[in-house]
């Protein structure tokens, strides 16, 4: 070592952040910025994401038996 420093290998090659676009960073993956992954964790706390599932109607009839 000669007193140099060198940056550390990434440890996952960058990608696009889902948000906006531009290059993921380390320290926020998948996401670029913690803005980015605010307005991510709001839209899934709002009900704006939604992971598809039987209607409600059905599991409610399956739970009266």
């Known amino acids: 070592m000669n007193g140099e ?4 290998t990434p440890m996952r090659p960058t990608r696009k952040c889902p948000e906006c676009g531009r290059l993921s960073r380390r320290e926020t993956f998948p996401f670029c910025s913690p803005r980015c992954q605010a307005v991510d964790l709001n839209r899934w706390l709002s009900g704006r994401y939604v992971i598809p599932g039987p209607p409600l109607d059905e599991v409610s009839d399956d739970n009266e038996r």
Do not use: N, R, S, V
Request: proline share 25%; net charge neutral.
């Open 5 to 8: 420093a060198t940056a550390p």
